[in-house]
């Protein structure tokens, strides 16, 4: 019997391969994670315990009613979600509140949590190894990684380099470290960020990340700092918004320039704090560097990205392109009109949960719908939204509708804006994790 | 599903946000009530409807409350009533127009009996 010590001490795990054995070692069997039991249970194991992954697990057990053996794996035991690390940073919330654990999964929906990361797929024997050499079999995947930073896209940057220059595109210990450096500047130090190329995680976010930053430099009074935010692209998302909001609250405090102006980002000296562009180099006391992304690194290990480095999938069920016994979620995959945000990772976990289920227990299957909006934060009370409703159609997913909040909007309707995306994210996070925020 | 005819008056007693100034939309109450009434009609398949509210969920959490109403636990009447208020553009919300453009009456018959059974 070949048993493996979990390095966490969190039990005894073992290889699927040695359950036969185990069937008839009586008593020694009820100790096992219920994950490793008799199963004639379908099994759904999946990867990522995010907004696209734990909603997933969760729909699966909540409407299978116990019919499905769920398996969850994250590396790590809270999850810090991104979305309102901005909210947190302009000092609105703390980080406990937007910290939160898999408890209720476990407790309320029988989902088993395994802490620890995925490190292959094998994908005929159709088990994951985890980092510790166990293996979990599945008879369906759900691969929602998320995102992994692509530091050698800019020169200069690497792992090591984000310990004083953060990207802060994953959440928590990235979203302190900005935070701290950005609390300890004094006025007249300047900041400068470098904004990725599509596609990337949240295309607002970089945007409402500024705004936040300003709020916090002017909170405090100062009127000599400057943000400078270089950009590869021309355009970004919601941008009549926020160059309103910044000429509005922040007059002559961000300095927005994009490829037409600065040329190509040449580099980053993090020891410097310099940034090179084509144009000039940008100096500044913060360097918040956000490179270029792919889906998380399981995603590319088990060959399930195509050369843009995500996921393709069926916009009608959110599976793999690659492989029928796998699907894809949230920001690891390429959903079409959708972009990469914790709601539509929400969203399409929906629509994966509904398809597995149908295809292992014989439930309904119903067409596919998705939706998504995405709030942003301009000052305090200045909220904005950008959003659609969404269906397959044309081999991708498609919008239907659109919508997005409007330049000059009275300040009673931004602040109701900001007032939903308050709830918005309790709610989120309730149907996320099975928990009240 | 029971029949009620269902007024601007009733969707406010109901605690969902009626939009300032609709009630001088001349006719407009009247729509309302004929689209209730028929959309209360239609058979629905409760498998759908907990299906079609799972997008609703990501925002009007159980516990929702201020920026966003919970709709949980509303009578389906006033579920139809505020639906049909933002298909028709009455009501004012860019999400919820969003959302009620992409849902046909089968749509909301599901989604009113699911949300009024919770
Ligand atoms: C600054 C910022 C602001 C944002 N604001 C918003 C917003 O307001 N609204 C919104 O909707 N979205 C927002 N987003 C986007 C949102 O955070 C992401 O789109 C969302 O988290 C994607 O969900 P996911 O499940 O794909 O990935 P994630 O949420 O990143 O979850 C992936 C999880 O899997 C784990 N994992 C990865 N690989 C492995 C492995 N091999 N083994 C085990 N575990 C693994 C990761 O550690 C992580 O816990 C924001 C993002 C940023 C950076």
């Given at each position: 019997m070949t048993l493996i010590k979990d390095r966490r001490g969190a039990g005894p795990l073992l290889t699927r391969r040695t359950f036969g054995l185990l069937a008839g070692a009586g008593a020694a069997t009820l100790a096992l994670p219920s994950y490793l039991r008799a199963q004639d249970k379908p099994r759904v194991v999946v990867i990522g315990g995010g907004a696209g992954g734990a909603t997933a697990a969760r729909y699966l057990a909540k409407d299978s009613d116990g019919a499905l053996d769920v398996t969850l794996i994250n590396n790590t035991e809270t999850y810090t979600t991104c979305f309102f690390s901005n909210i947190y940073l302009g000092g609105y919330r703390d980080l406990q509140s937007i910290t939160h654990g898999y408890d209720a999964l476990v407790s309320q929906y029988g989902i088993n949590k395994v802490t620890g990361t995925a490190v292959a797929i094998d994908r005929d024997a159709k088990t994951v190894r985890l980092e510790d050499g166990t293996d979990i079999a599945y008879d369906r995947l759900v691969v929602a990684p998320g995102i992994d930073i692509i530091y050698d896209s800019i020169a200069g940057y690497s792992e090591e380099a984000a310990e004083t220059a953060p990207h802060a595109w994953k959440g928590g210990p990235q979203t302190e470290i900005l935070k701290t450096r950005l609390d300890a500047l004094e006025d007249g130090q300047n900041i400068v960020m470098v904004t990725p190329p599509n596609p990337y995680r949240c295309p607002p976010g970089p945007y409402e990340r500024v705004s936040m930053m300003a709020h916090v430099l002017k909170a405090k009074g100062y009127t000599q700092s400057k943000i400078f935010v270089l950009d590869p692209k021309e355009t970004f998302s919601k941008q009549a918004l926020f160059q309103e909001g910044w000429e509005t609250h922040y007059p002559g405090m961000v300095e927005w320039y994009g490829p037409d102006v600065i040329g190509e980002i040449a580099g980053v000296d993090v020891a410097a704090g310099a940034v090179e562009t084509g144009f000039d180099t940008f100096e500044g006391a913060l360097l918040n560097i956000i490179p270029a992304q792919r889906a998380g690194a399981i995603a590319v290990e088990a060959d399930l990205v195509n050369e843009t480095g995500f996921c393709p999938i069926d916009a009608a069920s959110m599976k793999s392109s690659a492989d029928e016994n796998i699907y894809v979620i949230g920001?690891?995959?390429?959903?079409?009109?959708?972009?990469?945000s914790g709601f539509s990772a929400n969203s399409q976990a929906k629509v994966a949960a509904m398809s597995i289920r149908a295809e292992l227990t014989g439930s309904s299957a119903f067409p596919a719908r998705y939706a998504n909006t995405c709030w942003s934060l301009?000052?305090?009370?200045?909220g904005v939204k950008v959003g659609a409703q969404y269906e397959p159609a044309e081999g991708k997913i498609t919008a239907t509708s659109t919508f997005v909040s409007q330049p000059g909007e009275t300040a009673e309707l931004r602040k109701e804006t900001y007032e939903e995306s308050v709830v918005w994210y309790d709610s989120m996070i309730a149907d996320t994790f099975g928990i009240t925020a | 599903m029971v029949k009620v005819f269902i007024t601007l008056a009733a969707a406010m007693l109901a605690g969902l946000p009626v939009p300032a100034g609709?009630?001088?939309?001349?006719?407009a109450a009247a729509d309302v009530e004929a689209y209730v009434q028929r959309v209360s009609e239609l058979a629905v398949d409760p498998a759908y409807g907990d299906y079609l509210s799972s997008p609703c969920?990501?925002?009007?959490?159980?516990?929702?409350?201020?920026g966003i109403p919970a709709?949980?636990?509303?009578p389906a009447e006033a579920i139809i009533a505020a639906l049909y208020e933002y298909k028709s553009e009455v009501r004012e919300n860019a999400v919820m127009r969003s959302v009620a453009s992409a849902l046909s009456d089968e749509d909301v018959a599901a989604l009113a009996a699911h949300f009024s059974q919770q």
């Open positions: 920001d690891a995959s390429i959903a079409g009109d959708m972009p990469k301009i000052e305090t009370d200045d | 609709a009630e001088e939309k001349a006719g969920t990501s925002c009007h959490g159980a516990n929702a409350a201020g709709i949980q636990g509303q």
